[in-house]
């Protein structure tokens, strides 16, 4: 009986839970230099300091794939998971009792002409620990406008 119980438990427990709710954030902005020089200004893993307007520190790792940064005080770890010439992404790992959203980032210089480009970023992540879709969209929203500004600030630093 204590068996059957504890199944029906874990049954409720599993239905109860939220199923993953992904989002997707894709942003762009035209910067008016080579792909190449733009990379060169923003691309390292750590430059994100410059554009975010958060410490960074590399914790382990060369700064390829594989690379832990530590961002805003240790507050979030990011791994970089995958990397090109002019790109790279990263994740967040689960950090122990708390919800996990699965959050992936990544940002590229993309070539337009020999002497133009564009910035890419693009985020995803579950949503699902909010409570509804007007907390979601906000969430959704809020993240939008710091990563707009990030994208302004790398514009800014990579025509200078």
């Known amino acids: 009986m204590r068996h059957l119980i504890a199944v029906a438990l874990i049954g ?8 993953p709710d992904y989002r ?14 733009v990379w060169a200004k923003v691309g390292q893993y750590c430059d994100i300091s410059k554009w975010l307007d958060v410490d960074c520190k590399i914790v382990s790792g060369d700064g390829g794939i594989g690379t832990v940064r530590s961002l805003a005080n240790g507050r979030v770890l990011e791994i970089m998971i995958g990397e090109t010439d ?10 122990e009792g708390q919800f996990y959203n699965l959050y992936h980032g990544f940002v590229e210089a993309k070539p337009v ?27 959704l929203q809020q993240r939008r406008t710091r990563f707009e500004a990030a994208l302004k600030k790398m514009k800014q630093i990579a025509e200078q």
């Open 86 to 95: 002019l790109s790279y992404g990263y994740t967040q790992p689960p950090k």
């Open 113 to 139: 002409t020999g002497n133009s480009s564009k910035i890419v970023y693009t985020v995803i992540y579950d949503v699902s620990d909010k409570p509804d879709e007007a907390a979601r969209q906000l969430d």
């Open 24 to 37: 997707t954030i894709s942003m762009q902005i035209d910067v008016d230099r080579p792909a190449r020089e």
């Open 12 to 19: 409720f427990a599993a239905s109860a839970a939220a199923a």
